[in-house]
C-alpha cells in the first residue's frame, strides 16, 4: 500500500506490486513550491507499506507600493502569508493621503501585489479683509481652484492699489488672508478761501483730489489744471458730487 498525504488530506493512494515502478506527480499547492517527499520516495514499490508526505516551502511574491502618479514608492519579495508593514504615508500637496488601493492585507497572498496611493483634494481658507481686519470676502476653496477676487474697495480719499499679499491666480497649500493697499489721494483744504493751493498739483495734469470742507464734509472731484487756471486762481467755493 502507498499512501501520500498532506495533512489530514490523502493525496493519493493505491495498493501496488512489489517491485512496480513508483511514479507519483509532484504536488501543488497555493502559496507553496514543493521540495520534495518525507521520507524520501523510492523508485520501486518496496515490500512494506509506505506513507509520504510533501515537503513545502513558501513561495516568494512581489508586493508594490506606488503614488497616485505610478511612481514607485517601495518594493520588495514577501514569502506567502508573511506580515505586511505598508511603507509611511506618502505626501502630496495639496491633498491629504486617504489609504491604498487596493486595501493593503494584513498577510501577503498567494501572487505578485501592486498597491497605489489614493488622496483627497484639501480645501483652504481664502479671505479678503479691509483695514480693519473685518472680513469683506472669505471662501473654502479647493487647492488649485482659480481664486476671483472680490469688487475693489473703496476708501474716501484713497484709490485701491491691489491685494497683500498679491492674489494667487490658483489656490495654494494654505489658508491666505489678504489686505487692500491704498495711495492717498492729493489733500486741498479749503477754508474760507482758496488762495491755499497744494504746491502737487502741476499745470496741465489731471488729479483725483479728495476735497475736505470745514464742516468736514469730504466732496471727490477730478479737476483738469491748466497755466492759465493756476495763474488766475479758483472761484471762492466749490461744490460737486
Known amino acids: 500500500m502507498v499512501v501520500i498525504k498532506d495533512g489530514d488530506s490523502i493525496l493519493f493512494k493505491d495498493t501496488l506490486n512489489y517491485g512496480d515502478t513508483l511514479v507519483v506527480p509532484d504536488?501543488?499547492?497555493?502559496?507553496?513550491?514543493?521540495?520534495?517527499?518525507?521520507?524520501?520516495?523510492?523508485?520501486?514499490?518496496?515490500?512494506?507499506?509506505?506513507?509520504?508526505?510533501p515537503i513545502w516551502k513558501r513561495s516568494e511574491f512581489v508586493l508594490s507600493f506606488y503614488d497616485y502618479d505610478s511612481t514607485l514608492l517601495e518594493q520588495d519579495s514577501m514569502l506567502f502569508e508573511a506580515k505586511i508593514k505598508a511603507p509611511a504615508d506618502p505626501k502630496r500637496e495639496g491633498y491629504t493621503f486617504a489609504g491604498w488601493d487596493p486595501k493593503v492585507p494584513a498577510k501577503m497572498p498567494a501572487e505578485n501585489l501592486d498597491v497605489y496611493a489614493t488622496y483627497k483634494i484639501n480645501k483652504y481658507l481664502i479671505e479678503f479683509r479691509?483695514?480693519?481686519?473685518?472680513?469683506?470676502?472669505?471662501?473654502?476653496?479647493?487647492?488649485?481652484?482659480?481664486?476671483?477676487?472680490?469688487?475693489?474697495?473703496k476708501k474716501d480719499g484713497y484709490t485701491f492699489e491691489g491685494w497683500d499679499p498679491e492674489i494667487p491666480a490658483t489656490v495654494p497649500a494654505e489658508d491666505i488672508h489678504v489686505h487692500p493697499t491704498w495711495s492717498e489721494d492729493s489733500i486741498?483744504?479749503?477754508?474760507d478761501s482758496v488762495k491755499a493751493i497744494s504746491a502737487l498739483f502741476c499745470a496741465g495734469e489731471e488729479a483725483g483730489v479728495a476735497y475736505k470742507l470745514e464742516s468736514g464734509r469730504a466732496l471727490s472731484f477730478v479737476i483738469t489744471f491748466d497755466s492759465e487756471a493756476v495763474k488766475a486762481g479758483f472761484p471762492e467755493s466749490i461744490e460737486g458730487d
Open 188 to 191: 486741498v483744504i479749503i477754508t
Open 130 to 153: 479691509d483695514d480693519n481686519d473685518s472680513i469683506l470676502f472669505s471662501d473654502s476653496l479647493a487647492y488649485g481652484d482659480p481664486i476671483v477676487a472680490p469688487e475693489d474697495p
Open 27 to 53: 504536488p501543488e499547492k497555493d502559496g507553496y513550491e514543493f521540495d520534495g517527499w518525507e521520507p524520501s520516495l523510492p523508485e520501486t514499490v518496496p515490500a512494506e507499506d509506505i506513507v509520504v508526505t
